[in-house]
């Protein structure tokens, strides 16, 4: 035991600040002004701050995108896995992606286009 004790320590030492690193970029990350709804034929902007729920026209059928509360999501979707509503409602980081209707919901801070 004695002999591992320093490669426990810095083992755990690593695993610590990777944690730390984690969480301080998630919550230092600029959260989004604006969201880009795009698909097959159009592009929208939209504000993050304005409640409301839109309907858009993918490849394969109707989705509703919802913004609520500062954050945007998809609500519903013909996709037969539903993935893209699983992903959640979010504001800024990693695009929401319905890969089945090729829509795509990208972010936009005050400064600059998110794309993860």
Known sequence: ???????????????????????????????????????????????LSDDRVYAVEGKMGEMLIEVKDGKIGVKQSGCPNQYCVHQGFRDGGASIV???????????????????
């Open 1 to 47: 035991m004695r002999k591992h004790l320093p490669t426990l320590i810095l083992s755990v030492s690593v695993a610590f600040c990777a944690i730390i690193a984690l969480l301080l970029g998630y919550l230092l990350a600029p959260k989004a002004a604006s969201a880009t709804i795009t698909g097959p034929g159009f592009s929208y902007s939209v504000s």
């Open 98 to 116: 319905c890969a089945y209707n090729e829509v795509m919901i990208g972010f936009q801070t005050s400064d600059y286009e998110v794309i993860a």
